[in-house]
C-alpha cells in the first residue's frame, strides 16, 4: 500500500519559515497534481497549494507572496516552503496526490498523508 510520508513540520516563531515535505513510500507510475492541504481546529480543511505535474501552480490567497509549491518529480516528492509564517498558518498540513497509478493498469485514486502539525507562535 503506497503511502504519502510527510516531514517538516514543528513550532516556530511568528515571521519564521518551515519547510514541509512529502514524498510516495515506494516507486509509482505517475501523480497527476500534488498539494498541500491545512485544517485548523474547528475549520475546514483548505487548499493552500497544488502543482501538477507540468509544473503549474494554484495558491489560496491568504499565502500568496509567502508560500512557494515545488516538486521533483522523479522522486514523486512535493515540497511546501512557508515563509513569513503567521499564528493563523497554525494547522495540521496533509500532503494530497490527485490521480495516483502505482502501476499504468491501475486505477488512478487520490491518497493523503498523514498530516503534520505547523505551530506558529507570535
Known amino acids: 500500500q503506497v503511502q504519502l510520508v510527510e516531514s517538516g513540520g514543528g513550532l516556530v516563531q511568528a515571521g519564521g519559515s518551515l519547510r514541509l515535505s512529502c514524498a510516495t513510500s515506494e516507486i509509482i507510475f505517475s501523480i497527476n497534481a500534488m498539494g498541500w492541504y491545512r485544517q485548523a481546529p474547528g475549520k475546514q480543511r483548505e487548499l493552500v497549494a497544488a502543482i501538477t505535474s507540468g509544473g503549474s501552480t494554484n495558491y489560496a490567497d491568504s499565502v500568496k507572496g509567502r508560500f512557494t509549491i515545488s516538486r521533483d518529480n522523479a522522486k514523486n516528492t512535493v515540497y511546501l516552503q512557508m515563509n513569513s509564517l503567521k499564528p493563523e498558518d497554525t494547522a495540521v498540513y496533509y500532503c494530497?496526490?490527485?490521480?495516483?497509478?502505482?502501476?499504468?493498469?491501475?486505477?488512478?485514486?487520490?491518497?493523503w498523508g498523514q498530516g503534520t502539525q505547523v505551530t506558529v507562535s507570535s
Open positions: 494530497n496526490a490527485d490521480a495516483l497509478r502505482i502501476t499504468p493498469r491501475d486505477n488512478a485514486r487520490d491518497y
